[in-house]
């Protein structure tokens, strides 16, 4: 691995001089319309700096975790029983079947990573409905191009790979008779614009590889029983869907009907391909990190059937934090750790604890960007959605040091904690999504565009060395 002892204190961000206009207007509004959302910014204006090596150690990394995710997934698939999937790692029932139909490609994932004062640390992974694709994709480039001289853009080449993801898996599901519509869906394009424009994103890349693409409205889908899935009397062959498994797993329509799992049969199956893969389920699971670390903390298996290989395991000893089913070692070691909820998603569902086993206040110590605090009072909708990651099972986490980032800013300085989101695209490394906010990163975190610059100066700000 390049550089495998970056220990930055600090990070300062560059601010984009916007003196000749809006930044986030024209077609960079129309393919990210929500850098402003929940009444606040959230692209900042600004490049968070990154060096080769980082970017390095990060690409080599990902692809290194993507390769380790896929054997061990294919380990789940074929040797450990339904009562694991469930019980462990928390697969809804109606999940489990098109779970293990085992599928070559995936297209999408994001693995998050910290650069701490432990360096490159990788502390979870999404693998089934991953977004931020057009601000790493599309407006990073843009705005280095516009407004990054000396900077290199270490997401450029994430549309090319995106392209051939989609063609390798739609072929895929070709040959495998699924020959009807490739249709791609999101929730209501109104309320909901950040996934509105991942699909619209990925549907675009989709067309630009060759393939017939169609955008369906959720609510304009036919589910038939043993038959397949239609929009507008027309076979739907493979369907893109920006919707959670877990979700679908627990839809009906309005007559009771479980349509939900009635679509994840037509998956396993095989008469309707889906993307991200159900197997996607797996590895989405929180479960599956503590899966890993009890494998890698194994010897090894004399009946050939473990499936780690020795360098794997001591990559995952050497860039993942402890991670178990169960909060005892750390309480027992007197260690801070994080729980999180197995299917717990932008932070939801995750709580941090100290050396002493009580919770701490992630965002106590530190100022972070009015982004991240709720100026509405809590709604009946937010305390359903907070009882419904709290009460899932939960995986336990080392506690990891993150790294503070100070953004200078038109109408003053903002400061928060970085969150470097890796693609890994097909199999291949595709871009950063760098995100700042408090000690949890949360759906209200900052997206600040990653460039690559040559080894910054490590200077003094608030008596803290940052890296500018």
């Given at each position: 691995m390049a550089n495998e002892t970056i220990k930055p204190t600090g990070r300062m961000a560059t601010p984009i001089d916007a003196a000749c206009g809006p930044i986030f207007a024209g077609e960079r509004e129309r393919i990210v319309p929500y850098h402003h959302m929940h009444g606040s910014p959230y692209c900042l204006p600004a490049f968070v700096p990154y060096t080769p090596d980082e970017v390095e150690t990060l690409r080599q990394a990902s692809e290194t975790v993507d390769r380790i995710y896929?054997?061990?997934?294919?380990?789940?698939?074929?040797?450990?029983?339904?009562?694991?999937?469930?019980?462990?790692?928390?697969?809804?029932?109606?999940?489990?079947?098109?779970?293990?139909?085992?599928?070559?490609?995936?297209v999408l994932s994001r693995q998050d990573w910290l650069l701490g004062p432990e360096g490159p640390v990788w502390i979870e992974n999404n693998t089934d409905t991953p977004t931020g694709v057009p601000e790493t994709a599309y407006l990073t480039g843009s705005l280095i191009s516009d407004y990054g001289a000396g900077y290199s853009n270490p997401s450029e080449g994430m549309d090319k790979?995106?392209?051939?993801?989609?063609?390798?898996?739609?072929?895929?599901?070709?040959?495998?008779?699924?020959?009807?519509?490739?249709?791609?869906?999101?929730?209501?394009?109104?309320?909901?614009?950040?996934?509105?424009?991942?699909?619209?994103?990925?549907?675009?890349?989709?067309?630009?590889?060759?393939?017939?693409?169609?955008?369906?409205?959720?609510?304009?889908?036919?589910?038939?029983?043993?038959?397949?899935?239609?929009?507008?009397?027309?076979?739907?062959?493979?369907?893109?869907?920006?919707?959670?498994?877990?979700?679908?797993?627990?839809?009906?329509?309005?007559?009771?009907?479980p349509i939900g799992e009635e679509v994840l049969r037509l998956a396993a199956s095989g008469k309707l391909g889906l993307i991200n893969?159900?197997?996607?389920?797996?590895?989405?699971?929180?479960?599956?990190?503590?899966?890993?670390?009890?494998?890698a903390m194994e010897s090894g298996s004399p009946d050939g059937i473990y499936p780690l290989a020795p360098d794997e395991a001591a990559f995952i000893r050497r860039y993942m934090p402890d991670t178990y089913w169960t909060p005892?070692?750390?309480?027992?070691?007197?260690t801070a750790y994080a729980a999180k909820s197995m299917w717990g998603r932008e932070g939801k569902g995750t709580a941090l604890f100290g050396p002493d086993g009580k919770?701490?206040?992630?965002?106590?110590?530190?100022?972070?960007?009015?982004?991240?605090?709720?100026?509405k009072d809590t709604t009946d909708e937010e305390e359903d959605s907070k009882h419904y990651y709290e009460s899932q099972p939960k995986i336990y986490q080392r506690y990891v040091p993150m790294e503070h980032v100070l953004v200078p800013l038109p109408d003053g300085d903002m400061e928060g904690w970085l969150l470097t989101g890796v693609y890994a695209v097909g199999g291949r490394y595709g871009g950063l999504l760098p995100r700042i906010g408090g000690r949890i990163t949360g759906d209200l975190a900052c997206f600040v565009?990653?460039?690559?610059?040559?080894?910054?100066?490590?200077?003094?700000?608030?008596?803290?060395?940052?890296?500018?």
């Amino acid at each position: 691995m390049a550089n495998e002892t970056i220990k930055p204190t600090g990070r300062m961000a560059t601010p984009i001089d916007a003196a000749c206009g809006p930044i986030f207007a024209g077609e960079r509004e129309r393919i990210v319309p929500y850098h402003h959302m929940h009444g606040s910014p959230y692209c900042l204006p600004a490049f968070v700096p990154y060096t080769p090596d980082e970017v390095e150690t990060l690409r080599q990394a990902s692809e290194t975790v993507d390769r380790i995710y896929r054997n061990v997934l294919r380990f789940v698939q074929r040797s450990l029983p339904d009562a694991f999937l469930v019980h462990r790692l928390g697969i809804p029932p109606a999940v489990a079947a098109a779970a293990r139909l085992e599928v070559p490609y995936h297209v999408l994932s994001r693995q998050d990573w910290l650069l701490g004062p432990e360096g490159p640390v990788w502390i979870e992974n999404n693998t089934d409905t991953p977004t931020g694709v057009p601000e790493t994709a599309y407006l990073t480039g843009s705005l280095i191009s516009d407004y990054g001289a000396g900077y290199s853009n270490p997401s450029e080449g994430m549309d090319k790979c995106l392209q051939q993801a989609l063609i390798d898996l739609v072929n895929h599901y070709r040959s495998m008779g699924m020959d009807g519509k490739l249709i791609f869906s999101s929730l209501d394009w109104q309320e909901h614009a950040e996934d509105a424009a991942n699909t619209a994103y990925v549907m675009e890349q989709a067309r630009l590889a060759g393939l017939e693409a169609e955008f369906a409205p959720f609510g304009e889908l036919e589910v038939i029983a043993d038959d397949g899935l239609y929009w507008r009397g027309e076979r739907v062959g493979i369907w893109y869907r920006l919707y959670p498994l877990e979700f679908l797993a627990d839809d009906r329509d309005d007559e009771g009907y479980p349509i939900g799992e009635e679509v994840l049969r037509l998956a396993a199956s095989g008469k309707l391909g889906l993307i991200n893969p159900a197997q996607s389920a797996i590895t989405q699971s929180k479960g599956f990190m503590a899966l890993l670390w009890s494998l890698a903390m194994e010897s090894g298996s004399p009946d050939g059937i473990y499936p780690l290989a020795p360098d794997e395991a001591a990559f995952i000893r050497r860039y993942m934090p402890d991670t178990y089913w169960t909060p005892d070692p750390f309480i027992q070691s007197g260690t801070a750790y994080a729980a999180k909820s197995m299917w717990g998603r932008e932070g939801k569902g995750t709580a941090l604890f100290g050396p002493d086993g009580k919770p701490l206040h992630a965002d106590s110590e530190e100022r972070v960007p009015d982004s991240n605090k709720m100026s509405k009072d809590t709604t009946d909708e937010e305390e359903d959605s907070k009882h419904y990651y709290e009460s899932q099972p939960k995986i336990y986490q080392r506690y990891v040091p993150m790294e503070h980032v100070l953004v200078p800013l038109p109408d003053g300085d903002m400061e928060g904690w970085l969150l470097t989101g890796v693609y890994a695209v097909g199999g291949r490394y595709g871009g950063l999504l760098p995100r700042i906010g408090g000690r949890i990163t949360g759906d209200l975190a900052c997206f600040v565009p990653a460039a690559t610059i040559e080894q910054p100066a490590i200077g003094r700000v608030n008596g803290d060395d940052v890296r500018v």
